[in-house]
């Protein structure tokens, strides 16, 4: 696939230090390993101009029901041309009949209605180091055996079975789970991401179970710089920001195809893995 000297192929392993290397033009936090994190769920491809990687994009296929489309990025030398054009219709091929999903920019966001999307809330990010909290009871960290079974949990807020997902955050972290009368209530994934640290998925039965699970991790990770994103449709914004994670932008989730989950589904989704994979 080529529009002029521009190329499209298969995003490789060996692509990875020269993706890092857009990010940190665009002043995204991602570092190699973050990018490899998606990578290893995805069906990526970047754009190759003389040898040289100037634009990237993935498609993280969850089983045939949806796909989160993310990390676009065009080298700023190159903008304006198309490019990011042609490197979105190469991820919806690669997506398929499925609904797709994902978290755009002010930007972004003319680029992506005219191909479909519509915008369905706000994203807000929130980082910063985190305050001191008291401990919760009933929360504690779960061994990486239960990934199945938050990953059947989590189907029930985001629409759409995330179980590889879900084996790889236990491979490269860990959940903490509050149990209130033997079930599952409410669970958050940890994971070293840019700066610092990300929590999410946090995933559970409503807002004082989500404040729960993350108020065992800011007291597990006390002065350690986190990040967090929420819908703001959750209420979580405040909160966040009264235990030193300061707002600090976000963007517009959108979608194209599907519907939204059920608004009587058990589990809600109160924080995203990444506003890459939702």
């Known amino acids: 696939m080529q529009a002029g000297q521009i190329e499209i192929q298969e995003f490789r392993p060996e692509h990875l230090d020269a993706a890092a290397g857009l990010s940190r033009q665009a002043d995204w936090p991602h570092r190699k390993e973050d990018w490899a994190f998606v990578l290893s769920l995805s069906r990526g491809f970047v754009a190759v101009e003389n040898g040289r990687v100037v634009g990237t994009t993935m498609a993280t296929l969850f089983a045939d029901a949806c796909a989160c489309i993310n990390m676009v990025i065009v080298d700023q030398s190159m903008r304006g041309h198309g490019l990011g ?5 190469t991820a919806l091929e690669a997506a398929g009949p499925r609904e797709c999903r994902l978290v755009a920019t002010d930007e972004g966001r003319p680029l992506y209605e005219k191909m479909g999307f519509v915008a369905t809330g706000e994203v807000l990010q929130h980082h910063g180091h985190v305050a001191p909290v008291d401990r919760p009871a009933g929360v504690e960290w779960a061994d990486a055996t239960i990934a199945a079974e938050l990953a059947a949990l989590d189907r029930q807020a985001f629409g759409a079975d995330r179980t590889a997902l879900f084996a790889e ?3 490269q972290g860990r959940f903490a789970v509050l149990r209130k009368d033997g079930a599952i209530a409410a669970f958050a994934g940890l994971r070293a991401f840019g700066r ?10 409503d807002i004082e179970a989500a404040k729960a699970v993350l108020s065992f991790i800011f007291a597990e990770r006390t002065g350690a710089f986190l990040r ?3 819908d703001a449709k959750t209420g979580l914004a405040s909160w966040l920001a009264g235990h030193g994670l300061a ?5 517009l989730p959108m979608r ?6 059920s608004a009587a589904a058990p589990m809600t989704t109160f924080a995203l893995t990444s506003q890459a994979l939702g």
């Open 85 to 89: 054009r042609t490197l979105m219709n």
């Open 247 to 251: 707002h600090a932008g976000g963007g």
């Open 169 to 171: 955050l236990a491979r």
């Open 196 to 205: 610092g640290e990300v929590a999410g998925p946090v995933v559970a039965t």
């Open 228 to 230: 967090v994103d929420t």
């Open 256 to 261: 194209r195809g599907g519907g939204a989950p």
